[in-house]
């Protein structure tokens, strides 16, 4: 045991957790008769950060929402967001599948964090709703829960899990992002304050009301605390959820998933994050490390790319799963996604005249910042970092010479099955 | 004699001002449906039109305001500010007049929505705005059955000019929007 | 300091915008406006408000400095 198994502990890798008497047996019952000031400082002593993509840290977002239900805009509502969008990553389905009481009881945590009346446990459709369903059930019998907690589905696309598409699929309509302000801490689902986090993010907070926030800082980055789920995938034997302290070494996360060949970049933080180069050091996997390279943990997304891959066929099939993920809302966005991703694929087709770098360039510029959710920005951040870090691969394409010796597709474009989670300490 | 001679001057003006209202809001009609349209019109900047459109509109108000006023004070004929705004119930020509009234009021409805269209919001503006299909034929009528001797004169022309200017118009707009879903 | 929005679920792209404050206003290939810089000059600031009440759709939004916006 290394002790980095807090949300996905060995013991609970065929499913026990999902029973409520097994689950309380490993970490204790939900206590909700802690006074609220006592869960708010140790919310925030702990330095829980939001574990969607975004690294918000959790305590500044719950002031928000308590100042918001403060001016009178009735109670607020408290959502468990496990609609994550990214194909590359499991983790909200792992943790909604293995250990899915943690989650239940971050949502009452966070209900009595903001003094909610209403909870909403929001997923993909699939077998996963009427399983986290009956599981509301037997908490609600069991007399667990102080707030009543319904589950909403979305259909299983990227832009779901994205905050005002989530808000709008609450109220009963359809899953797609709107024109934001004002910010849904203040007026969200149904005009209420709501309080939006990604499952993980709930899960530690079920831990850190149970065991402080000392116990919470013990693992992880002083300035980012805690484990993360990191969804590894790519060139690796055993790609799955591993539960890993922030700044955990690239390598010793790739070894946990057993590496058999060089790996050339990674990237990081999903479809719309980072790619890094794989250098011979073992780079921190921590926001403060990865900033250097333009990169962010995000929602802990690590693909790995071999030697033998090549780059640039990865990012044009990733940017033509974007482009398709748009929701056709806003102009630049509709219209720019599918020409970046044209670019692409004839960069990665090569030859071509030097130009069409200019022009992705162009197009780049032309897409980011210019819609109403940040799909056309990720999407762009994500090309950027490919074209420098692929630079070099970039100039032989044009010439029409690819390095790669492995053309088959690497990149997972629908949300994978695999239901298991790699045991760090394995 | 002088009472006579100024009424009829009353009466002209009315006419006159009535007439050329006609005509501005025919105008109005046949560049809101090219603005409709949303794709622009080759060397006339969609700007333009709109700009156009709106000051039209303005101007056209203003005619209707004396085309009114003389029609009221005019002692010809005895029509009063209630019948100039309550559709049928003036005692002369109640049906006609009736329809000029009604197509004031939408006309007021229509300027003002629109002054305020930012603070209303799109979609109760549109809703409104809809209504001007209704009346720009309700002037047309109007101003066909009130004018005595539009039948015999080139108000006839203006009028079947007027109907071909905004055919023209909605047939561009109809034409474009099958081309455009939006 | 001033500077325009737009809503860009709202735009549809017809461009009124970018001919009445051709300053601040491009038009992209899409025929969806740039805003040229962060802040709108006073100067150019009449042809702005010109372009905001003209927008057929209402999706664009000046935002002045002593009612800041919440959030991007």
């Known amino acids: ?426 | 004699m002088s009472s006579a001679s100024s009424g009829s001057a009353l009466w002209f003006l009315s006419r006159g001002t009535g007439i050329v209202s006609l005509l501005l809001l025919t105008a109005v009609m046949a560049l809101g449906l090219l603005t409709r349209g949303g794709r622009a019109i080759p060397g006339l900047p969609a700007s333009a039109v709109t700009l156009l459109h709106r000051n039209a509109s303005l101007l056209s108000l203003a005619f209707l305001g004396v085309h009114i006023s003389t029609a009221i004070i005019d002692p010809y004929v005895s029509i009063n500010v209630v019948d100039a705004f309550v559709p049928f119930v003036s005692a002369y020509q109640p049906f006609w007049l009736g329809l000029g009234a009604l197509a004031l009021d939408l006309g007021v409805a229509l300027v003002v929505t629109s002054l305020v269209r930012v603070r209303l919001g799109l979609r109760a503006w549109r809703a409104v705005h809809w209504t001007a299909y209704a009346m720009w034929p309700l002037i047309l009528v109007h101003g066909f059955t009130m004018g005595p001797d539009i039948r015999s004169g080139w108000l006839l022309g203006l009028s079947v000019i007027s109907i071909a200017a905004v055919s023209l118009a909605a047939t561009w707009r109809w034409s474009t929007l099958s081309a455009s879903p939006r | 300091m001033t500077t325009l929005r737009v809503d860009w679920i709202a735009c549809d792209g017809r461009g009124l915008c970018a001919e009445l404050a051709p300053e601040v206003i491009h038009v992209d290939p899409w025929g969806y406006p740039v805003i040229a810089s962060d802040s709108v000059p006073s100067r150019v600031l009449p042809h702005v408000r010109r372009a905001v009440a003209a927008c057929p759709t209402l999706a664009l939004r000046l935002v002045e400095p002593d009612r800041p916006s919440e959030r991007r």
Not at chain 1, 410 to 426: D, Q, W, Y
């Open chain 1, 1 to 426: 045991m290394s002790g980095w198994d807090r949300l996905l502990p060995d013991s609970g890798a065929s499913g026990e957790l999902r029973d409520l008497a097994h689950h309380e047996r490993i970490y204790g019952q939900l206590d909700l008769r802690v006074s609220r000031s006592a869960l708010l400082s140790a919310i925030r002593d702990s330095g829980l950060t939001g574990r969607g993509g975004a690294g918000f840290p959790s305590s500044r977002k719950i002031d928000a929402v308590r100042a918001a239900t403060g001016s009178g805009r009735g109670d607020s509502i408290v959502v468990a967001n496990g609609a994550e969008g990214e194909p590359a990553s499991d983790k909200d389905k792992v943790l909604l599948t293995f250990a899915p009481h943690l989650v239940l009881d971050g949502l009452q945590i966070a209900a009595k964090a903001v003094d909610a009346s209403e909870a909403v446990v929001y997923v993909h459709e699939g077998p996963i709703v009427a399983m986290v369903a009956s599981l509301v059930s037997v908490r609600r019998r069991a007399g667990v829960d102080a707030v009543p907690t319904r589950v909403v589905s979305a259909p299983a696309k990227f832009i779901s899990g994205q905050e005002s598409a989530l808000v709008s699929r609450i109220e009963g309509g359809l899953a797609i992002p709107r024109a934001t302000p004002p910010p849904i801490y203040q007026r969200g689902i149904n005009r209420r304050p709501t309080l939006v986090n990604n499952v993980e993010t709930l899960a530690h907070m079920a831990l850190v009301a149970r065991f402080g926030a000392d116990w919470f800082r013990s693992l992880g980055t002083d300035a980012e605390p805690g484990t993360m789920l990191f969804s590894v995938s790519g060139a690796v034997q055993r790609p799955g959820v591993v539960e890993a302290p922030i700044g955990v070494g690239l390598a010793t996360l790739l070894q946990a998933c057993i590496v058999t060949e060089p790996i050339q970049a990674v990237l990081v933080g999903g479809y719309h994050g980072t790619w890094i180069s794989v250098t011979g050091d073992d780079r921190a996997l921590c926001d403060a490390s990865l900033q250097s390279v333009g990169g962010r943990v995000g929602a802990g997304v690590v693909i790995a790319l071999s030697d033998a891959t090549c780059g640039l066929v990865e990012v044009a099939r990733i940017a033509g799963y974007l482009a398709n993920q748009s929701a056709g809302q806003c102009g630049p966005c509709t219209n720019g996604l599918p020409a970046i991703a044209a670019a692409l694929s004839r960069l990665a087709a090569g030859p071509v005249d030097a130009s069409l770098l200019l022009q992705l360039d162009l197009l780049n510029r032309l897409v980011d910042g210019r819609g109403a959710c940040r799909h056309p920005d990720g999407t762009v951040r994500m090309v950027r970092s490919a074209l420098s870090v692929f630079a070099g691969e970039v100039h032989q394409h044009l010439a029409g010479v690819c390095t790669a010796t492995y053309h088959e597709a690497l990149t997972p474009i629908v949300p994978s099955a695999h239901k298991s989670f790699v045991g760090a300490s394995s």
